[in-house]
């Protein structure tokens, strides 16, 4: 499973969820900053715990 974590802009909390494929993390990704303003970065790690994706605002 692929891992995303979504770190907000005041620090004060993080969201995460885990997805099958590496494709649906980016496009919920977008869509999810599209909607949500408050989200400054997304982190995505692979199964192993590798991060391979980090996206700002």
């Not at 919920?28 to 400054?40: G, L, Q, W, Y």
């Amino acid at each position: 499973m692929i891992k995303v974590i979504y770190i907000l802009e005041d620090g004060s909390d993080s969201l995460t969820y885990e997805v099958k494929k590496l494709r649906t993390a980016v496009e919920c990704i977008r869509e999810d900053m599209n909607v949500t303003s408050t989200i400054a970065k997304a982190v995505v790690f692979d199964e192993n715990g590798k991060k391979i994706l980090e996206v700002e605002r």
